[in-house]
């Protein structure tokens, strides 16, 4: 379940995803906090400043995966964007949802 969770070119079973999801969602909670608690001065500040380091990095995530795959020419792209639009509605609870998706999907590179 958490095998190669750094390898973004490895296609992953759905049980794998899973785990793929839970462990890169807790990063991206440290991730929001730390520059929550580094950048802002109050809470409401710290709360827009995680949510803009949720969009960016769950789109990093999908670039990542796409092209290390080699899907970044396919219909995939798509995904991207989609990402960016759950990660802007709901944080890195929902825009890693497409991003565990991605993981599962065929490595066309050799």
């Known amino acids: 379940m958490f095998e190669d969770l750094?390898?973004?070119s490895k296609e992953r079973e759905p049980l794998q995803a899973l785990g793929f999801y839970i462990v890169f969602f807790i990063i991206g909670l440290a991730l929001g906090g730390f520059g929550g608690a580094v950048f802002a001065s109050d809470y409401e500040t710290g709360m827009l400043v995680g949510h803009v380091l949720a969009v960016v990095y769950?789109?990093?995530l999908?670039?990542?995966i796409l092209s290390a795959k080699g899907?970044?020419?396919n219909?995939?792209?798509a995904f991207i964007l989609l990402?960016?639009?759950l990660s802007y509605?709901?944080?890195a609870l929902g825009g890693l949802i497409?991003?565990?998706y991605l993981s599962t999907i065929n490595n066309l590179k050799p």
């Open 62 to 64: 999908s670039f990542l």
């Open 71 to 73: 899907q970044l020419g």
């Open 58 to 60: 769950c789109s990093i």
């Open 75 to 77: 219909a995939h792209s």
């Open 89 to 91: 509605s709901g944080g």
């Open 6 to 8: 750094f390898n973004h």
């Open 98 to 100: 497409p991003v565990a």
């Open 83 to 85: 990402t960016a639009y």
